[in-house]
């Protein structure tokens, strides 16, 4: 027994250094946030300090993508690595199984500490403790900006008195103090901002006052465009209708109306203002704490934003807007040089890397790729192309079913009509590198039609990789865009 004993005394200051050298994981993620919303990634006018000294010391993905652009579908990519047809959760009121691998459960299974606060919208109507967090703090639907009620990890339910972003912060900050040094964490702070109906603190609500904001110039160039965005402008999800509430009379088509979409973007980026503040508090403790160095921070939004682009408020479509997110990962033994990653990065890669950076086990299936590789040495083998997956909602009938390739250059689109008939919807094709606002469509163009060709067979292909056939692709019917309907719940 001596020699057994003698090797274990050993081992334990191997073990307690392997336990030490694993990072924690502070997981901000955001809601509906825009790139260019942020500092760091060419606001004009939105400071974000904070979020963009997070850039300054570590990785910039400049081109960052969701790969479904809707709230609980992305958010369950990011959680599973899977695209939606795989994980399940292709709309917004649909449960993330509770059977099926996530990264915080696979941590949580390597020994990490795991919690969740904030909004995490899988179960509309579910606010009880998920599996694999220690420590879940939510609460149903939406959340409000002001007075939410919580479910305090299944024991009680209370309403916290105070804007979102701060009582959210303040939990999170509290179980963080609870945390032993010998043990790794791993915490989830889930932001309701800069999710609609935006309100911002009172201390920022008149903080853009003095800012002119038009409408996109692509509002107004929609002839070579599908039918359907035109038919959409006067819809829940169209410049000219109730702009989260920001517009009471509706639709409004009158050149003098786009005050209240200026007043929209100035909400919108008023809530923003507050998250760049909580990030300050939680950069702010683990500096305190020391634990800064060894702490995985990762700040990036689950789907973009349209903000008038082609006419359209809301997300869901395969336009740049809707696609693109933000994501920025501070960790030295990442990187110690500050870097910005060029190359088309998506939701379903964040499980496999992070996974990887804490030495944890890798989940059993994954659509995505760990972008460590990538980051330290570069990956020659990175992806050129991916595709891009949404389907028709009959609660939201503004927005056709999507299939999607976007490559590094190019983007097509089509919209499947859900029975195998032909397309009702005119596709899409643009030269990204040429055209990035996308304001030429080319599919009409007779000396593309072989790129058209090319970027169907890659989408087909890309899709079968996922196990999702072109021939037995389900979706539903698309029923077509309605008109704006007064009763509708935004989501």
């Known amino acids: 027994m001596r020699p057994i004993l003698a090797l274990l005394l050993a081992l334990c200051p191997l073990l307690s250094a392997l336990s030490a050298s694993r990072p924690n994981v502070l997981f901000i993620l955001c809601d509906d946030l825009r790139p260019d919303a942020l500092g760091c990634y060419g606001s ?13 010391e570590g990785v910039r993905f400049a081109n960052t993508f969701c790969t479904t652009s809707l709230c609980s ?15 399940g959760v292709t709309n917004n009121f649909t449960e993330y199984p509770a059977s099926m691998p996530s990264f915080p459960g696979l941590l949580h299974d390597a020994g990490y500490a795991t919690a969740y606060f904030g909004k995490y919208h899988m179960g509309e109507d579910n606010d009880e403790p998920r599996p694999g967090f220690d420590t879940f703090v939510t609460h149903k639907g939406q959340g409000k900006y002001f007075d939410t009620e919580w479910n305090l990890n299944g024991k009680k339910r209370e309403v916290i008195k105070g804007y979102y972003t701060t009582v959210v912060t303040d939990l999170a900050l509290d179980w963080l103090k609870q945390q032993s040094a010998d043990k790794p964490w791993c915490a989830f702070i889930g932001h309701k901002a800069p999710h609609s109906f935006y ?27 599908p039918a359907w965005l035109k038919q959409r402008l006067h819809t829940w999800h169209g410049i000219y209708g109730p702009l989260f509430e920001w517009r009471k009379t509706f639709p409004d088509d009158r050149p003098e109306a786009v005050k209240d979409f200026e007043n929209m973007v100035h909400g919108y980026w008023g809530t923003v203002l507050s998250v760049d503040d909580s990030v300050a508090r939680m950069r702010a403790w683990l500096e305190e704490t020391k634990q800064l160095d060894n702490t995985l921070i990762v700040f990036m939004g689950d789907n973009g934003l349209l903000e008038g682009e082609h006419g359209m408020v809301d997300k869901r479509t395969a336009h740049e807007a809707s696609l693109r997110i933000p994501l920025i990962v501070r960790y030295p033994q990442l990187t110690q040089t500050p870097k910005v990653i060029p190359q088309q990065v998506l939701t379903v890669d964040m499980a496999a890397s992070l996974l990887e950076l804490c030495g944890a086990p890798a989940l059993p299936k994954t659509h995505g790729k760990s972008w460590v590789k990538l980051v330290q040495n570069g990956d020659p083998d990175w992806r050129t192309g991916w595709f891009y997956h949404y389907n028709y909602e009959k609660q939201f009938p503004y927005t056709p079913n999507v299939r999607a390739l976007r490559t590094d250059r190019w983007k097509y689109i089509h919209y499947p009509h859900g029975d195998g008939s032909p397309d009702k919807h005119m596709s899409e094709l643009y030269d990204l590198k040429n055209d990035p606002g996308e304001t030429k469509n080319l599919i009409n163009k007779p000396e593309l039609a072989s790129k058209e060709t090319e970027l169907q067979a890659e989408l087909a292909k890309l899709m079968q990789a996922t196990g999702l056939n072109t021939d037995t692709d389900k979706m539903p019917l698309d029923e077509g865009v309605k008109s704006a309907l007064p009763d509708a719940k935004l989501r």
């Open 44 to 56: 004009k006018h939105v400071k974000t300090p904070h979020i963009d000294r997070l850039a300054s």
């Open 73 to 87: 579908p992305s958010r369950a990519s990011i959680l599973s690595g899977l695209y939606a047809h795989a994980h």
């Open 199 to 225: 309100t911002p603190e009172p201390k920022y609500e008149h903080a853009f006052d003095d800012v002119r904001v038009p409408y996109p110039a692509t509002a107004f160039q929609l002839d070579d465009k």
